[in-house]
T-cell receptor, first 111, second 117 residues
Framework: GNSVTQMEGPVTLSEEAFLTINCTYTATGYPSLFWYVQYPGEGLQLLLKATKADDKGSNKGFEATYRKETTSFHLEKGSVQVSDSAVYFC??????????FGTGTQLKVEL | NAGVTQTPKFQVLKTGQSMTLQCAQDMNHEYMSWYRQDPGMGLRLIHYSVGAGITDQGEVPNGYNVSRSTTEDFPLRLLSAAPSQTSVYFCASINPRAGGGMNTEAFFGQGTRLTVV
């Protein structure tokens, strides 16, 4: 079946540091890939997505590229801010609108 | 635009009690689903519905019932609560026709934190 593996947290960075959160997946067919973000006390919201190989999703300074050859969708940001502190979930979308989530990575950004 | 609304936000139950978690969306989305979020396990799908009158089981359906009498509402019922059901529950909806029907954005409610003692 489908599965998503993402790096464990928590990840603690200083403001303006570079961020990478690794995500790899196992799937049949041609899934879509997503990053969702969950701020404290809130539900998940879509951060970015990519629907086919080599697509790059981007939003709010975050980027991720759909790499079919390495089955990866790593999240990156060049300069994090305190306001980026949240839990980040990598997810895979398959036929029938089913989403498979990774376990989440907590990011804490300090001044 | 309210999006997806879940009630209550917090609930404490005693073992064996029953309750219904409410979920409503005002976006006319056909697809709705319930997830539970547990530490170290991400989100796991409990039940989902592809339209009014149609429901199906997800990854962890045991102990939960759902129904979908209208497009807007998708309540989740715990018939006899157990401590293992202590979790944060999220309802989500998707418009399957958006993006050409290819796995599009899910909209989540703010969650219900349930504790069973």
């Amino acid at each position: 079946g489908n599965s998503v593996t993402q790096m464990e947290g928590p990840v603690t960075l200083s403001e303006e540091a570079f961020l990478t959160i690794n995500c790899t997946y196992t799937a049949t067919g041609y899934p879509s890939l997503f990053w969702y973000v969950q701020y404290p006390g809130e539900g998940l919201q879509l951060l970015l997505k990519a629907t086919k190989a080599d697509d790059k999703g981007s939003n709010k300074g975050f980027e991720a590229t759909y790499r079919k050859e390495t089955t990866s969708f790593h999240l990156e940001k060049g300069s994090v801010q305190v306001s980026d502190s949240a839990v980040y979930f990598c997810a895979l979308g398959s036929r029938g609108n089913k989403l498979t989530f990774g376990t989440g990575t907590q990011l804490k950004v300090e001044l | 635009n309210a999006g997806v609304t879940q009630t209550p936000k917090f609930q404490v139950l005693k073992t064996g009690q029953s309750m219904t978690l409410q979920c409503a969306q005002d976006m006319n989305h056909e697809y709705m689903s319930w997830y539970r979020q547990d530490p170290g396990m991400g989100l796991r799908l409990i039940h989902y519905s592809v339209g009014a009158g149609i429901t199906d089981q997800g990854e962890v359906p045991n102990g939960y019932n759902v129904s979908r009498s209208t497009t807007e509402d998708f309540p989740l019922r715990l018939l006899s609560a157990a401590p293992s059901q202590t979790s944060v529950y999220f309802c989500a909806s998707i418009n399957p026709r958006a993006g050409g029907g290819m796995n599009t954005e899910a909209f989540f409610g703010q969650g219900t934190r349930l504790t069973v003692v």
